[in-house]
């Protein structure tokens, strides 16, 4: 313990004077002047050797060293100068153009690199810094067993230079690695020695990205007017880009800027392409897609201008400009927009028959839709009303606008309103009938200014849904409730006259936000339009897990957004909801029974939905009414097979057992005689019987097969699809319920549609879910069933049909039973989320929907349910209504769940915030950012405007209030209460709101 205590030079006594020793040579080494210096006071570690040294003498020997060494293993640090680095990483001596490389120099190796590079990237701070342009390294494993190979080989030459020990090759072939070198590492070689290059799968597709950009643009150089190279060209430039890209996703500069090289191409195109019509109108078409990102709203507009006058025709270019006109932020008025819907309706209605009628009822569609959405409510109603008396309730003989005129006029009860007739059934002395509304409600000075506008404004919503009348007591003084002929005879002639009345009927119920008829035959483009999306039900996650597949897939069916081909089964599923519209369901019903009666065209397929509505809303009724229209329409198949499904909802399978047997043993004759109505009645009672658990088999496999057959030769693709589909069901019985005789069946079938080029038709989609059925009721009725299977079958059918969510539902319940591998994120990106040029926003819908399902368990959290919020909104879905309200609801939640969160033991003196406030704000911000970005992408709607003042009042302040308010007026929307009088200003200056 004693050697430990440190001895200090002041304490010793002064040595005695020696005598001068005489004058020899000495021979001082290198540095031993500071060793001589014993007193020295900045060492703390002072041993007592060094003072013990002899002082008679120069020099001495130290045969100890430095006992640090081996005590710390390294140098003292106290003994060490204080330094700091200078220059930049340049080293002094050598030239001052290199420099130390940062990121290869470790702690026993420094690299030197020319200065004149490139800044390098800070690792921590530079977003692109993550992404390293090295070359993929793995370690290498001794191989042993080459030398088991070399253990039988005798060298025989005797001409080596001189023998080597085995010790000597080691040392040879592994050299020692110099860390005091300063050249740095060889371009060639590995930084690690212990790894070696591995075949870099980035830099394989980089090369082939850039290969076919090569081989594109020389094909645009060797035939400029082959239109498929310039479009492939143009779409591969997104490739291009993201070579340089750390991530596959584009932000909003990198999207700009593709923009900017797909115009240059796009016009370069232009140039060479010649005069092909159609070529050049579907280049403009691309070119004004991207002019959206890259160009001003005055050579936006000035653009379109010009294309529309050089090509009326054009539906695509028309539909193209209403999107850019209704959803242009800082250039939308209602007027102006309504005005220009207008002008495109009567340019594409002077072209008579070259625009087919679902075109013409789209545009009605969507400018209906707009004028709800901006809150003139009544005049959207009456368009609709008006065109529905016009078209299907017309007296018979000539038809003329003025006779509508006096018909509308004299204000009786109109489609859908109590005691309605039609315009047939109208003559002049059937007086008007009041409308029944209730007064609207007062102003309460008792409230705030902002609480009393939202329960007056929301109340006048309400009330105020149907079109006005001269004769009204409520809202008199409103000049935009009562609706005049004037107001609507713009429209009355947009639809040609002929108009198939389910197509009419199918826009319609798509107005109203309600599913559509059962039809396959007729495609309609509006079922896919984001613009008409305006309601989703909220996806809420289930409270309990469960293992059964049919819970599981229930879950994932309830999608807010479904996408399919709708049949007689499917509809007796749907909910009907009427939130979107505000409508009551006694308007619908009353609708469909004025159609009814008066037996027009389609009246089976009114009558088989109005039995599916009524199913939901007054199921105690539906059973009267299918005994009714029974009675009216007793030949029809259809409306017996919606009669079955009655009864079977309802509980009553015996009842629908006795209709299902009934109706089929009354069909007589040959095989030419099973309609599509008998075989899709047929499929429900074979169905009905499988639900029970009863394996039935009714009609022989070679009459199936004969029908099949006749079907396609027919071009009867939906007769072929449900006779192929109970053919397969039935081989499935009858082979101990074996999938793969069914699958076999349903491949035939697709064989045949890839032949005629129809993999991708309604039929084949048709067909597609058809086979979902069967793999649903295989799952839940089979013992074993290998989750592979159901993979493989889908798979291709979802390459083909990405946004049905049949398909997406059950392969999501599917891999939900082995969920190792997140295939369903994998199959979406690739298929549903891939394409930029999908319209269908249903996708992202099941995207969001399936990612909410799956609970922090399984790996979703807010934060990757907010990320796809964000990718929708930024593409397919930035102007679809529904999914920006969803947005909005879905951060309110996640503020909700930050509040509920708040500590029980808070202090009220602290002046800093706590980390929980720090979150609620932070919550707060994000419902506020996602409210503002919607409103730049949806100008028109005023319920989304509204949020606001109802779900999100606690969240805004009231002067945002009143600047939000200020867009409303701004945008010319439709408000009830006025905010511009006198009183309001009155009230925004008091506050401080604006200034005075």
Known sequence: MATNVPKFASFRPKPKAAPEPPKEPQHEKVGQSSKEKSTAPHSPTRKGGEQDAPANKAYFRDRRGDLDIVRYGTLNRYDIPSYRRFGHGRVLGISTDQRIDRELSTEKAIYIIPAQGKRQKRLLTDKHASRSNERALKLVNINTDNDKLQQDFIFLSTKSKRKRSDTDDEDEAMPQTDYRNTQGPKS????DPDTRYESDADVTIDVEVTRKNTSLVRQTREHPEDISGWIALIAHQEAMLKLERPSAELTDSDRAHLADIRISTY??????????????????????????RAWDGAKLANKWKELLEKYPRSVNLWMMYLDYVQSKFTSYKYEDCRAIFLTCIGA??????????????????????????????????????????YHLMSPEGNVSTESFESFWDSEVPRIGEPGARG????????????????PLQEKDPSVSFFEDFTKRETDATAKLRFPGRASDNVAEDDAFHTIFFDDLKPYLEAVPKGTPAALLIDAFLCFCGLPPLAISSIERGWWSDPFLQRHWQPSSPSAEETTQFTQTLRRFMACPANSFRMTTELLFQQDFSLDGMNFSPDFIRRFFNLLISESMGGGDMAGEYLLAFERQHFSKEAFKTAK???KGQPMHSRLYNAYGLVEASLGNSAKADQVFHTVLFMQHGSTASLTSETLELFSSWVWQALYRGEQQEAFARTTLTEVSERALLDQDHTRAVQSSALFALLAYLSNNCTARHALEVHHNLSAWFASHKLLNSPSAELHAQEIARFLTHHITHASIVKPSLIRTT????ISRFPNNTILLSLYAANEARFSIDDRVRGIMHQNALHSSEERSIAGWAFAIHYEILKGEISGSTSHSIRALYKRATDSTGAHCPALWKAYVH????????????????????????SKWEHRVEEAEQRVKDAFYAGLRNLPWCKEYIMLVFTDAKDVFGDEEKWKVSRVLLEKELRIYVDLDDEDAWKVAEKEGWVGK
């Open 267 to 292: 016009e370069e195109a232009l140039k060479k392409i010649g005069k092909d019509y159609d070529g050049r109108l579907m280049l403009y078409t691309g070119l004004m897609k991207e002019a959206e």
């Open 188 to 191: 060639g070689e590995p930084i």
């Open 890 to 913: 879905f951060e309110l939640a996640q503020l909700d769940k930050e509040r509920a969160r708040r500590p029980s033991l808070t202090s009220h003196h602290m002046k800093k915030k």
């Open 423 to 438: 315009w047939k059934h109208h003559s002049l002395s059937d007086d008007a009938i009041p409308t029944d509304v209730s």
């Open 348 to 389: 594409l209605s002077a072209l008579g028959h070259d625009v087919s009628p679902s075109t013409i009822l789209h545009i009605l569609l969507r400018f209906t839709s707009m004028t709800h959405e901006a809150g003139y409510q009544e005049l959207a109603l009456a368009v609709w009303q008006a065109l529905l008396e």
């Open 628 to 630: 009714r229209l029974l």
């Open 794 to 797: 889908l798979e291709p059918l």
